[in-house]
């Protein structure tokens, strides 16, 4: 039976994750950096080397194939990929898996010259993490982006998404050219490591994940008064980071009661201004996230979230804004795709079993275009977005296996 070559694929993991690489371990490796750029360099040389053509599009996604230069409407084809990019501190196998299985698998099709009826393209993403806004790429590819935003687009510290790809030589206002034309995707499947514990504890080698959560991004700022740390008696003081801590806090208990089990929320960013020990916090500013594979369990949870934020600011007599920064739906899952990945998995004998995915991905914008699906390894510990994130060699095999027979599959 015809299988990737896991040495191959094992050496192109560990060289991808020298782009970015920290001295403990793990990669910083955030899109349109330099170590992004050089990463997106040697991406596209080890496509060309593998015998393929390869792209770059104006919202700076890449690609690969096998005897196709671009997509087109009339010629629609079978896409698997991930993303290059990473968070800060991050593991080396988020998005770097999919993107080097599917090199991979491309490459072991075109070798052992397996016919299939469908153009077998790879893909890798744009911006998956959302440093200037979440699954850029993606979006910009299903015709998602918000074009008036662009300008507006910006990290948490501030630098401009026009700014970044202006000095990675990209001219971000293009980046809507890179929708795809209508029909050019028959499916799409991307490889990524599932990030938590349910498959490891289950001791199932393969997940076929059949929803994706919706995540909805969102600044809460509470605005009290600066006063003086010493000379402030303690109940004159309206103190915007303690408001902040406060809701956060109950924020997080009223999404575990009432969030059903498979919402999550979580405060990544907290900042306080003017941010010295000596003055009472004036501002308290929260970046909260809400997760969910249920579209009205987030909704609600989101509003409930507002109205708590407002009365946690009128008992601590400040102020309190909430501005929305990103909203993905969650997607679910093509059961053609689903289907395909499970035939795939008896075709190699390894169990698998479907699942939600608790995190975002790229293939929650390609449902939108097309039928789209995700296949999951395990991660050790259930460890991601940090430095010492892993899966087995083992399982990485398994996994860019089942992927290979899926891409078959689907472009028979
Ligand atoms: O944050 C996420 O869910 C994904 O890893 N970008
Ligand atoms: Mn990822
Ligand atoms: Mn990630």
Avoid: K
């Amino acid at each position: 039976m015809p299988a990737i070559s896991p040495r191959r694929l094992r050496a192109r993991i560990e060289t991808l994750a020298r782009f970015g690489a920290l001295p403990g371990g793990g990669v910083t490796r955030p899109c349109w950096s330099p170590p992004h750029e050089e990463a997106r360099a040697w991406l596209l040389g080890e496509i060309r080397a593998a015998g393929l053509e390869a792209w770059v599009d104006a919202a700076g996604n890449v690609f690969g194939a096998g005897g196709v230069r671009a997509l087109a409407a009339d010629r629609p084809v079978v896409l698997t990929g991930s993303h290059i990019d990473s968070v800060p501190e991050g593991g080396i196998l988020d998005g770097a898996l999919g993107v080097l299985a599917g090199l991979e698998c491309l490459e072991r099709v075109s070798e052992t010259g397996l016919t299939h009826r469908l153009p077998l393209v790879l893909g890798a993403w744009s911006d998956e993490e959302g440093r200037y806004g979440s699954l850029f790429g993606s979006r910009a590819f299903t015709g998602r982006l918000e074009i008036e935003r662009i300008p507006d687009m910006a990290a948490v510290d501030g630098e401009r998404l026009v700014d970044a790809m202006a000095r990675a030589g990209f001219d971000a206002r293009r980046a809507p050219e890179a929708r795809a034309p209508e029909g050019a995707v028959a499916a799409y499947v991307e490889l990524h490591i599932e990030q938590g514990p349910r498959l490891e504890e289950a001791g199932i080698p393969i997940g076929v994940v059949d929803s994706i959560v919706g995540v909805r991004r969102a600044r809460v700022v509470f605005t009290g008064q600066a006063d003086h740390a010493g000379t402030t008696p303690m109940d004159r003081r309206r103190d915007g980071f303690l408001a902040a801590a406060d809701y956060a806090l109950r924020a997080r208990d009223l999404v575990v009661r009432r969030g059903g089990g498979r919402t999550v929320t979580n405060f990544g960013v907290v900042t306080v201004h003017p941010g010295v020990s000596n003055i009472v916090p004036a501002r308290g500013e929260l970046v909260q996230e809400l997760r969910s594979p249920d579209a009205d369990v987030l909704a609600g949870l989101a509003m409930q979230c507002e109205s708590l934020a407002r009365r946690v600011a009128s008992r601590r007599r400040v102020g309190v804004e909430v501005r929305p920064m990103s909203a993905t739906a969650p997607a679910p899952c093509a059961e053609r795709v689903q289907a395909a990945i499970e035939a795939a998995c008896v075709t190699v004998g390894l169990a698998s079993t479907r699942l939600h995915s608790a995190a975002g991905h790229d293939a929650q914008n390609l449902a939108a275009l097309t039928d789209a699906g995700m296949i999951f390894i395990p991660s050790r510990g259930g460890r991601s977005h940090r430095v010492d994130e892993t899966s087995d060699w083992e399982a990485i095999e398994r996994g860019a296996n089942v992927l290979f027979h899926t891409l078959l599959a689907l472009a028979a």
